[in-house]
T-cell receptor, first 115, second 112 residues
Framework: GAGVSQSPSNKVTEKGKDVELRCDPI?????LYWYRQSLGQGLEFLIY????????KSGLPSDRFSAERTGGSVSTLTIQRTQQEDSAVYLC?????????????FGPGTRLTVT | GENVEQHPSTLSVQEGDSAVIKCTYS??????FPWYKQELGKGPQLIID?????GEKKDQRIAVTLNKTAKHFSLHITETQPEDSAVYFC???????????FGKGTRLSVIA
């Protein structure tokens, strides 16, 4: 079946503008995660959704970052007043709750460049 | 919180040789350890995982071992092929749906 999809694949924005990134998880997956990958670095956790609620927002780097999930499916990550240090690849992953596993499947990412 | 260290950061092997990547973790409560392969311009792909009730798991040319006492786990790739060239990430977490904590990655180059 279809995997995790993300849009846009690339986004170039000017410093100070707001951006919105979208994630469509695998159908039936109730858990959804956002991670950030800076150039040459590992993956940094941002926020996690279980259904529409976010039990863990501990990774959001500042109050300029927010995320929501509606209908237990699509999620959007919003970055307000973007800064150059926000430039990174933003990755979304989803997993099933049932079975106790934690297999997370990633989308292709959105490459954000703040000029 | 959990901290995952991964070594080496880069690894070059001749085609047909084996490659080994090692990770250590700090939180003894972690019990799920996946490995991801990331090719250029793509998202990470889950290639194998292991849970703390198992010491070793194999899938064709790849295997993962786990030593809970020492808190380290390793990825072994045998008979490497050029298409194995990629960045590999280890991660650790609790089971259930919890965020993964990743190592910083190993860039594997398989030389034909």
């Amino acid at each position: 079946g279809a995997g995790v999809s993300q849009s846009p694949s690339n986004k170039v924005t000017e410093k100070g503008k707001d951006v919105e990134l979208r994630c469509d998880p695998i159908s039936g997956h109730t858990a959804l995660y956002w991670y950030r990958q800076s150039l040459g670095q590992g993956l940094e956790f941002l926020i996690y959704f279980q259904g529409n609620s976010a039990p863990d927002k501990s990774g959001l780097p500042s109050d300029r970052f927010s995320a929501e999930r509606t209908g237990g499916s699509v999620s959007t990550l919003t970055i307000q007043r973007t800064q150059q240090e926000d430039s990174a690849v933003y990755l979304c992953a989803s997993s099933q709750v049932a079975g106790g596993g934690n297999e997370q499947y990633f989308g292709p990412g959105t490459r954000l460049t703040v000029t | 919180g959990e901290n995952v260290e991964q070594h080496p950061s880069t690894l070059s092997v001749q085609e047909g040789d084996s490659a080994v990547i090692k990770c250590t973790y700090s939180d003894s409560a972690s019990n799920y350890f996946p490995w991801y392969k990331q090719e250029l311009g793509k998202g990470p792909q889950l290639i194998i995982d292991i849970r703390s009730n198992v010491g070793e798991k194999k899938d064709q040319r790849i295997a993962v071992t786990l030593n809970k006492t020492a808190k380290h786990f390793s990825l072994h790739i045998t008979e490497t092929q050029p298409e194995d060239s990629a960045v590999y990430f280890c991660a650790a977490s609790l089971s259930g749906n919890t965020p993964l904590v990743f190592g910083k990655g190993t860039r594997l180059s398989v030389i034909a």
